[in-house]
Nanobody, 114 residues
Framework: VQLQAFGGGLVLPGGSLRLSCAASGSIFSIGVMGWYRQAPGKQRELVAIITSGGSTNYADSVKGRFTISRDNAKNTVYLQMSSLKPDDTAVYLC?????????WGQGTQITVSS
């Protein structure tokens, strides 16, 4: 199983970005999908996760600003980010649970700066 993330970049404070992450390979079904992030010198932290049924969970720091969604037919998870802050600067990694294993994408850099 491979995960490929798209959509990172440089954005002004208050701006918006949308990340997507597509899973490919030998997949019968995907369980939980989600996004984590890791800033320099900090531990990796959960941003948001979504179950196959659409239930979601968010880090307190992004509630009301980020929205996670998924397209099960396309094995793709999305993260719509708005009202971005400099503290959101990090490498964002997507993850997916397939059978008993967790898989990770390569990460995409998001920099929020003026």
């Amino acid at each position: 199983v491979q995960l490929q993330a798209f959509g990172g970049g440089l954005v002004l404070p208050g701006g918006s970005l949308r990340l997507s992450c597509a899973a490919s390979g030998s997949i019968f079904s995907i369980g939980v999908m989600g996004w984590y992030r890791q800033a320099p010198g900090k531990q990796r932290e959960l941003v948001a996760i979504i179950t196959s049924g659409g239930s979601t969970n968010y880090a307190d720091s992004v509630k009301g600003r980020f929205t996670i969604s998924r397209d099960n037919a396309k094995n793709t998870v999305y993260l719509q980010m708005s009202s971005l802050k400099p503290d959101d600067t990090a490498v964002y990694l997507c993850t997916a649970r397939v059978a008993a294993s967790s898989y990770w994408g390569q990460g995409t850099q998001i920099t929020v700066s003026s």
